[in-house]
C-alpha cells in the first residue's frame, strides 16, 4: 500500500478514536449529545470499509497481473511434472488441479495435463459453444508467447480413434453431443408410438462403445459371504424366465438446457446439455436380478418377506460396465438392494429391448433395467454386479446426479473433492419425478386455426408419474398456464399393477379458444398463445410451475412452456425453421445458441466476431 492511503486511514483512524473516547466521557457526565458530536464515532467503521475496499481492489489488480503473467514453456513442463493438470488454450495456461468434478472424469482432464486443449476440442466439441472458458477463468494462472503456445500444440497428440469403432449415429435422434455419442428424441415425433422403437429412443453413452462378442460374453456377480459367480449370455437366456418390462428411461439430466443462463448469467454445468428428449418408453426383455441373486445362494424370497436378514453389507447394488474411457476407468452407478430383490421392483438384466437383441449403442448385449428410476442407474453393457454397503461414488452417482440446494453453486461441484463432505450430504438421485411434455403441436409453429374454424387448439403430449407411480390427471393450458382444463388420458395397451407403472400415458385435448381470441382471429388477426401441461402422479405430486434450480441442472420437471402463433389463413399448420435445434427448451427459446458441434476455429471466429462489435 502506497504511503499516502497509509497516512490517510490512520490520520481517519486517529480521529475515530479520539471522538469514540469523546463520546464515552461525555455520556458518563450524562451530558446530552447533539447530532453534530457523533460526527467521529462511525469513521473506524468507515475506514476499515476504505481500507478494505482497497485491499479488494489492489488484490483484484494483483489477481489480473498474475493471470497476464508470463509463463515460459520450462515452468509449463515443470508444474505438470510436479503432478499439477495445467493444460493450455488460446495462450492462456489454466491450473486445473483442482477441477475434480469434471462431467467426463478427472482421469480425461488429467489426459490433457501439459496439452493445448483446442486438440482434444475437435473430438469433443461440445466444450466449443462458448460457456465452458467462463467455467475456466478462475483457474487461469498466466499465459504463454505465440511461439511456445505453437510449440505446446504441435506436441499435443488425441488419437480419437477410441470412437472408430462406434456404431453407426441413428439418423431420426438428434446429436448433442457427437463424442461420446449422446443424441435424444424428436420430442414431436415421441406420441406416433406408444412404445418408442430403436432408432427414436434417446441414446446416452459416457465413453465409446465396446464391441463385445457375445460368445465370450460373462457377467459377474458378487456379494459378501456368497460364492462370486460368472454368467454367460447363454446362461442367462436358458437358465432363467425371461421377464418383459415395459418402462419409460429418461436421463436424470433431460431438459438441463432449461438451467443454462436461466438467470442471464450461470451456464448450466455438464454435459449433455439435454432440450427435451432424452425420454423414451420401450419394451425391454432378460431375466429378473433377484432369480440372478438366488442362483448365487442368496435367499432372496426369504429376504423379501423379512424372515430372514440380508447380508450385513447389503445396502447398495454396484452396477459395472465394459465401456471405458481412453484412460481405463469404466462406468459405474448403483441403486438400493431393496429394489433388486422386490418381487414387483422388476430390475432385469435385459438382452433384448422391443422383441430383439439390444443393439449395440443401447448396452448390448446386456444391460440393468432399474425402472422408475434416473437413467444413469440402467447400465449398458453389464460386466459386474457388486452387493455392497458401499454406494459407487465415483462420477455417476455424486459428481453428476445429486440435486443441491439452489446456493450450493457450480464452483462448489467442481471443486467436488474439496467439497466432498458437504456435496455427500445429498443422495444421489433414484426414483424420477413427474414429468409431462407437450409433443404437439411444437414450439414456434404457426398453428392453421381455421381447421378448427377458429374456436379451438388440439394438444398431444405424454406424462410419467416416476418411480413406478400412476398418472391420475394432466391439466393444460393455452394461456401460459393461468387457466387449465383437464386432458383426456387414453389408454395404455399394456396394465400394470399400482406402484408399478413403469410405463408414460399419453394425453389429448382440444382447448376452446377464448371469445376475445375468437374474434382477433376472425378479424384476420394472428394471435400468440403458449400452451402448457402439468401433470399430477398418483400420489398427487404435481410438476412445479418454475424451475427448481441446481447446479447439475437434474430432474428438470417444470412445466414445458410451448408458444405457438394461431393463424387464421394459414391452410396448413407451419413448422418453425430448425435454424438451431429441432427441440426447443421450455419457452421456445435458447438463451444461448446451440453451437454443440462448432469446431475450435468456429468458436474462434465468432470471438472474433463479438470484439469487433
Known sequence: MDQTMHRLIRMIQTSSRRGFYAHARMARQGVSLHKRHLWAVPIGAAASVLCGGVLIKLKAEE?????RRQITLSEFTAMCDAGRTVVAYQGDLYDMTDFSGHPGGVGRLQMAAGNDLEVYWKVYTQHNRGHVKEHMERYKIGEVSPEDMATITSNTVYDDSVYANNPPNYPDLLINTRYPYNAESKLSELT????TPVGKHFVRNHCAVPDIDPDEYTLTVECEGLNETMFTLDDLKTKFKKVDVTTVIQCNGNRREDFHYYDGKTPAFGPPHWVAGAIGNSTWSGPRLRD???ATGMDVDSISLGEKDAPSNALHVGLLGYDQDEVGNQYCCSFPFDKAIDPFGDVILAYEMNGEPIPRSHGFP?????????GARNCKFLEKVTVTDMACKEDSNWKQ?????PDVSVDKIAEFNVFKEELMQDAPVQQMPVQSLITKPSPNEIVAAAKSGCKSITVKGLAWGGGGLGINRVDVSLDNGKNFTRAELLDKPIKQ??????SWIFFEKTIPIPEQLQEQLIAGER?????TSKAYNSAWNVQPDSINYNAHGACGNHLYRVPVTLCPTAIEDIKSKDDDFPNKPSGGQFTRPFRHLDTPEQLRQRQLESKQI
Request: aromatic share 8%.
Open 497 to 502: 399393477r399400482r406402484l408399478s407403472e413403469w
Open 527 to 531: 394471435v400468440d398463445v403458449t400452451l
Open 192 to 195: 406416433d408410438e406408444w412404445v
Open 63 to 67: 489477481l489480473k497481473k498474475s493471470k
Open 292 to 294: 440372478v441373486l438366488k
Open 366 to 374: 446386456v444391460r440393468a433395467i432399474i425402472p422408475g428410476h434416473a
Open 401 to 405: 446426479y445429486a440435486i443441491h440446494a
